[in-house]
């Protein structure tokens, strides 16, 4: 499932940064994807681009925005059910410049 952002955010702009796939947009900012620019997803809180996320899965063992965000707003989307073998797809299509053969940094992997 994609990670999500909740109410609780409190603008900090400490996840940002940290997404290995730009998918961390601030609140009324326009995102990108594939050369276009779409309508922010909040306006007010920092959001994450469910199309853009693979909480993590190709780069870091656990989701990077969790990880630095100091009020535990990021989550995993119940609604938004996705394999390691989606997010590595998904991976593949945002980075077509890497490889992700193989064993990749997962969160599926941890423990
Ligand atoms: Fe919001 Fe957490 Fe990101 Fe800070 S790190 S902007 S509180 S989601």
């Not at 290995?20 to 994450?48: Q, V």
């Not at 199309?51 to 100091?70: I, R, S």
């Not at 059910?81 to 998904?90: C, D, G, H, N, R």
């Not at 890497?98 to 969160?107: K, L, M, Q, T, Y």
Request: proline fraction near 8%; aromatic fraction near 8%.
């Amino acid at each position: 499932m994609s990670t999500t952002i909740t109410e609780e955010c409190i603008n900090c702009g400490a996840c940002e940064p940290e997404c290995p796939n730009t998918a961390i947009y601030e609140g009324g900012a326009p995102w990108d994807y594939e050369g276009k620019s779409n309508a922010a997803i909040s306006e007010e809180i920092y959001y994450i681009v469910p199309q853009k996320c693979t909480e993590c899965v190709g780069f870091f063992d656990q989701e990077q925005c969790a990880a630095v965000c100091p009020v535990d707003c990021c989550v995993a989307n119940p609604d938004d059910p996705e394999t390691e073998e989606q997010l590595v797809a998904k991976a593949r299509v945002i980075h077509p410049d890497r490889s992700f053969d193989g064993e990749v940094p997962s969160r599926f992997s941890k423990g």
